[in-house]
């Protein structure tokens, strides 16, 4: 299926799509007075349960502890595909100290722990939620300050630069201090967008990723790291006693690749787990966010000069999330479909070995449109 298909399932699936006017809450990333502004739409699907599949015994973060509470704020977002059902996969939107920019971030927990009776979302959840706490407070560049202001005043700006390694490593270090996590491990992919200068900077480990769009061509997409196939790099934490888990990958941080681009008005970053890329070509995301966005530019040219700015944010963010629900729907229909060639049978292909059709995965989408001040 090429991105011909996709825009025919696009034009279809545009009747569910989010009317300007919608009842949805969408939360605005925008970072005005700077020159950049982020609009973030995020969504999910977790794969169906196998009855054949291993049974674990999970026993989830409690509602009232941190990291429960902030999962289900995370998992309360609008999300038409699949509800609160993310599966193995979690992510993060945070805004960066005083909306300097923000942090995003996806996680695939790896699903080969189940055998073992771990529950692999737990890693996963808690790998987000330490990133997430220690972007909070963090900048995505040198912390900005007054260069009116005196010395002494500027050195007691609050808080500290971070890039996606530094927080990708004090989070890693996070899990490892959790106790409710005894065991695990999972992919990951974090990324800062800085609204002063629109910056864009990365760490990847592992086969989930992301890639930018911009006039409806990608101009970067993110490559997997794998030991072998379909046996992704992944940050672990192993039981008391590893003897039982002597096979286990064991990776760190400092393995993960690294990227710094800037980013330009229009652009389109798509961050993602594997569930996306192993069912839906690069060119079909391309052909689903462009139908979707002149979808959208037909919309606002109804919308009149009274509160034309105010209309124009809440359509950005409007359209960022139809594009994340119309890519998680659209990878949701490839996978259950054995007669279409899938990126997942072409890289088995490559390996000698034989697949047919898509891999049933939970996916998770990120989709962040980028707009500069002109």
Request: hydrophobic share 35%; aromatic share 8%; with cysteine.
């Amino acid at each position: 299926m090429n991105s011909s298909c996709a825009a025919t399932f696009v034009r279809s699936a545009s009747r569910k799509s989010v009317a300007l006017s919608g009842p949805k809450q969408i939360r605005s990333y925008s970072s005005l007075p700077r020159p950049y502004r982020f609009h973030v739409g995020t969504s999910w699907a977790g794969k169906p349960h196998d009855p054949r599949g291993p049974r674990v015994k999970s026993s989830p973060f409690p509602p009232d502890s941190p990291i429960g509470k902030w999962r289900d704020q995370m998992l309360s977002k609008p999300n038409a595909p699949a509800g609160k059902h993310i599966g193995e996969d979690f992510f993060y939107v945070q805004d960066m100290r005083e909306k300097s920019g923000i942090s995003l971030g996806v996680a695939d927990g790896v699903g080969g722990w189940t055998e073992s009776g771990v529950d692999p979302s737990l890693f996963s959840q808690a790998l987000m939620y330490h990133a997430h706490r220690y972007s909070k407070a963090a900048w995505p560049g040198e912390p900005e300050v007054d260069p009116t202001q005196e010395y002494e005043e500027r050195e007691q700006v609050e808080g500290w630069e971070l890039t996606p390694l530094e927080c990708l490593e004090s989070a890693y270090g996070g899990v490892l201090r959790e106790r409710n996590v005894l065991a695990g491990s999972s992919t990951a992919c974090v990324l800062t967008l800085n609204a002063s200068n629109g910056l864009l900077r990365a760490a990847n480990l592992g086969d989930s990723g992301f890639l930018v769009i911009r006039a409806s061509s990608v101009i970067y997409q993110q490559r997997s790291q794998t030991h072998f196939f379909n046996c992704p790099k992944q940050l672990s934490k192993l039981p008391t006693s590893p003897k039982r888990f002597s096979r286990a990958c064991v990776d760190n941080p400092s393995d993960a690749d690294l990227c710094e681009m800037k980013l330009r008005h229009g652009d389109i970053v798509i961050a993602y787990t594997d569930g996306l890329s192993d069912n839906v070509f690069p060119a079909e995301m391309v052909a689903i966010c462009s139908l979707v966005a002149r979808q959208f530019q037909l919309s606002k040219r109804t919308i009149t000069s009274v509160g034309e700015q105010e209309a124009e944010q809440v359509s950005e963010d409007l359209e960022a999330q139809a594009m994340a629900e119309r890519i998680v729907d659209y990878a949701r229909m490839c996978m259950f479909n054995h007669k279409r060639v899938s990126p997942f049978e072409r890289a088995a292909a490559r390996e000698g070995m034989y697949f047919r059709g898509g891999k049933v995965d939970d996916v998770t989408v990120i989709v962040t449109i980028v707009q500069e001040a002109i």
